[in-house]
C-alpha cells in the first residue's frame, strides 16, 4: 500500500488557495460557513487575539462566495465539511476584500490620504477582476484617476455591481489596525488622532456611511474582523454593526486549533508524538472565550511555529515565537499607565483576575479598572477560566502568554527601579548555580541585597508573598534556564512555584518545587509565628512530594522558603 507524502506547514501563510493546491495542511473550519450564513443579521463583526487564523479563514470565505472562484469549488473545497454540504450562495458574489493593515498613522493628513489611496487601489482592483461583468470598467477606472474620489470610490464599484445585476459580500480585515497602531503611541495626540479620524464627520465615519448606502443596493453582506471590539462604539451611528459574534458560544472554536485538530495536523505532517518533548498544553494551550464553549483552543501561529521548528531541525526550539512578542510589546506604552500597571501586576501574582467581558468599549475607557481587563482578553493575553456564583474568571491562558507578562514586568521594573536591576550578569551566574550546583542561596541572596532590601516604604505597603512571588519569578523568567511556572495544580493543591528543566538544557542538574512564606518584620520577634510559617511550608512541600507528577522523582528538590520583612529570609529543603 503506497505511504501517502506529508503535507506541507502553512507557517505564516494565509492564502487558502496556495493552501489547497500546495499540499498544505488545511484544518478544516469550512463548517462555520453555514453558520455565518443563517446568521439573521447580515452586517457581522467577529475579533480574535493576534496570530489567530483570521487572514485565513477569511480567505477562505473570499474563495468560498467568489463568483470568478466557481469553477475552482471542487478542487478547493470538494473534500472539505461545506463541499459535502454547500449553501446556497456559493459563488455567487463580487468579493471586495479590504484590509486596513499598512495605513501611515504618523498624521491625520498623512492617514487620510493613505487610506484613500488603499481604497482607490482595492476599487481597481475589483473593477478589473470583474471586467468581464463590466462593460463601463474603463469609464469608472479613468474616472477614479482623474478625480480622486477618495472613500466615494465604492459607489463606482457599486454602481458597476448594480448595472451588471450582481450582489457584492464585503470582507474588511485588520478593522482596527490603524487604531490599535494609535493606542500603542500611548500619547494624547495620538488620542486625538483617533477621535478626528473616527467621530463626527471622521473619515472611518464617512467610509462606514459609504458602505452603509451600498446595503440599499447592492452590497448584501459585510463582515468585518480585528483584534478589539475598540471601534464599535465609535463606528455604529455611522454603521449598524449589530451582530457581534466573538463571544457567541457556537464560534468558540471557529478559529484557533482543538486537541484532535492538533493531533490531525500532526499526523498529517509526519509528526511523531515522541517529538514533542514538552507538554503542548502547559505551553500553548488554554483558549476560551465563552465559558460554554466546548473545547479550548490553541494558537494556531504558535503551534504552527513549534511544529514548524521540529520538521526543520528535528528538535523543539524555543517555546515563544519571537514575533508574537513584537506584536504584543506595540502596546506596551499603554501598560506604562499607572492602574493598569498595578492590575497587570495584580493578574500576574494572582494568574487572572475576576472580570466581566465588556462586548465593545471607546478608547476613553482604556485606562478604567473595568476595562482594561477586556482589552487584555481580547488581545489574547487573558481568557476564560470559568463562570462561578454569577462572576466571570478571566486566566493567563498558557505559560507562553505567562513569558509576555514578565517581559512587561520586566520593563517596568527596569524603569521603576532603576538603581535595583544593577547587574543581570550576576543574577543568571546565581540561577545557573541553582540549576548546574543545586545552590539557591546565590540566587536568593541576589534577590535579597539588589531588589528587596532596596524597596520604598510604597512598594511594602501592599507586600507580600505574591509580591515576593513576582520579584523571584522576574528573574527567573529572564534566564530561561528553566521553564518557570506558578500556581501549578496538583493533587494537593498548587505549587507556588515549580522550576522544571528546559528541553533545551537536559543536563540541568535539579528541578525545585518551592514554598514561599512571609512574615511581617514587627511579627519576626514572635517564634510562634515564623514556626507557624514553617510548619506550614513543611507540610504542603511533603503532600506535593507525594502528588503524582514528582512521586519517586529523584531530581527534584523542595525549598521552604520564609522572607522576614524586606530584609532577610531563611531557607530549608524538605
Known amino acids: 500500500m503506497e505511504t501517502k507524502a506529508p503535507k506541507r506547514l502553512p507557517y505564516g501563510h494565509s492564502n487558502f488557495e496556495s493552501l489547497r493546491t500546495e499540499n498544505y495542511i488545511y484544518v478544516d473550519k469550512t463548517r ?8 439573521g443579521n447580515r452586517n457581522l463583526f467577529f475579533t480574535r487575539p493576534r496570530k489567530f487564523g483570521k487572514s485565513l479563514f477569511f480567505s477562505m470565505l473570499s474563495h468560498y462566495y467568489d463568483v470568478n472562484q466557481a469553477d475552482k469549488f471542487e478542487q478547493l473545497f470538494g473534500d472539505l465539511y461545506i463541499g459535502q454540504h454547500p449553501t446556497p450562495k456559493h459563488n455567487t458574489y463580487l468579493v471586495l476584500n479590504l484590509d486596513f493593515s499598512g495605513l501611515d498613522t504618523s498624521s491625520e493628513e498623512y492617514f487620510k490620504a493613505s487610506l484613500s489611496q488603499k481604497v482607490q487601489d482595492i476599487v481597481r482592483s475589483f473593477l478589473g477582476r470583474y471586467k468581464h461583468l463590466f462593460p463601463d470598467q474603463d469609464i469608472y477606472s479613468k474616472q477614479i484617476d482623474a478625480e480622486q474620489p477618495g472613500i466615494a470610490s465604492l459607489r463606482k464599484a457599486f454602481n458597476a455591481a448594480e448595472a451588471a445585476g450582481k450582489k457584492v459580500y464585503i470582507i474588511i480585515d485588520e478593522y482596527d489596525h490603524f487604531a490599535n497602531d494609535l493606542i500603542a503611541q500611548g500619547t494624547y495626540a495620538g488620542n486625538d488622532t483617533y477621535r478626528h479620524l473616527v467621530r463626527a464627520n471622521g473619515v472611518i465615519r464617512d467610509f462606514y456611511e459609504t458602505l452603509k448606502e451600498g446595503s440599499k443596493t447592492v452590497v448584501d453582506r459585510i463582515i468585518l474582523t480585528g483584534i478589539t471590539p475598540i471601534m464599535l462604539d465609535d463606528i455604529t451611528s455611522g454603521f449598524n454593526i449589530s451582530n457581534n459574534l466573538s463571544l457567541k458560544k457556537k ?16 499526523a498529517q505532517t509526519g509528526i511523531a508524538p515522541s517529538m514533542i518533548i514538552v507538554n503542548l498544553e502547559l505551553l500553548y494551550n488554554g483558549y476560551l ?13 504558535m503551534m504552527l511555529y513549534l511544529f514548524d521548528h521540529i520538521l526543520e531541525e528535528g528538535t523543539v526550539g524555543d517555546i515563544v515565537d519571537e514575533n508574537l512578542k513584537t506584536d504584543y510589546g506595540r502596546l506596551q506604552m499603554l501598560v506604562n499607565h499607572e492602574q493598569n500597571c498595578t492590575q497587570l501586576m495584580k493578574i500576574a501574582q494572582d494568574n487572572g483576575i475576576d472580570s466581566e467581558i465588556i462586548p465593545k468599549f471607546s478608547i476613553d475607557k482604556l485606562h478604567d479598572n473595568e476595562y482594561f481587563p477586556s482589552l487584555l482578553f481580547y488581545l489574547g493575553l487573558l481568557t476564560v477560566d470559568r463562570r462561578e456564583g454569577g462572576v466571570t474568571y478571566l486566566k493567563i491562558p498558557n505559560y507562553s502568554i505567562r513569558t509576555i507578562y514578565w517581559d512587561y514586568i520586566l520593563q517596568l521594573t527596569k524603569d521603576r527601579n532603576k538603581d535595583v536591576m544593577t547587574n543581570m550578569r550576576r543574577q543568571q551566574e546565581a540561577i545557573s548555580a541553582l540549576a548546574y550546583k543545586g545552590d539557591p542561596k546565590l540566587y536568593l541572596d541576589y534577590i535579597s541585597q539588589n531588589i528587596l532590601c532596596r524597596l520604598s516604604n510604597r512598594d511594602l505597603q501592599n507586600f507580600s508573598e ?19 511556572i506558578t500556581e501549578l495544580e496538583v493533587s494537593q493543591g498548587y505549587v507556588d512555584i515549580y522550576m522544571q528543566r528546559s528541553h533545551l538544557l537536559p543536563d540541568i542538574l535539579c528541578e525545585w518545587v518551592w514554598e514561599i512564606k512571609y512574615v511581617k518584620k514587627e511579627d519576626a520577634d514572635s ?34 522558603l520564609i522572607f522576614v520583612g524586606k530584609d532577610s529570609y531563611e531557607m530549608e529543603e524538605v
Request: no cysteine; aromatic share 12%; proline share 2%.
Open 32 to 39: 462555520f460557513i453555514e453558520l455565518l450564513e443563517n446568521e
Open 251 to 266: 464560534y468558540n472554536e471557529m478559529l484557533g486549533f482543538t486537541q484532535e485538530e492538533v493531533s490531525t495536523l500532526m
Open 289 to 301: 472565550f465563552h465559558q460554554d464553549g466546548e473545547h479550548r483552543v490553541y494558537n494556531p501561529s
Open 466 to 484: 505574591k509580591y515576593i512571588k513576582v520579584i523571584l519569578l522576574n528573574g527567573l523568567f529572564q534566564s530561561k534556564i528553566y521553564i518557570t
Open 527 to 560: 517564634e510562634k509565628a515564623l514556626k507557624e510559617k514553617r510548619d506550614e511550608a513543611r507540610a504542603q512541600l511533603k503532600k506535593y512530594r507525594t502528588t503524582p507528577l514528582f512521586a519517586d522523582r529523584t531530581d527534584v528538590r523542595y525549598l521552604s
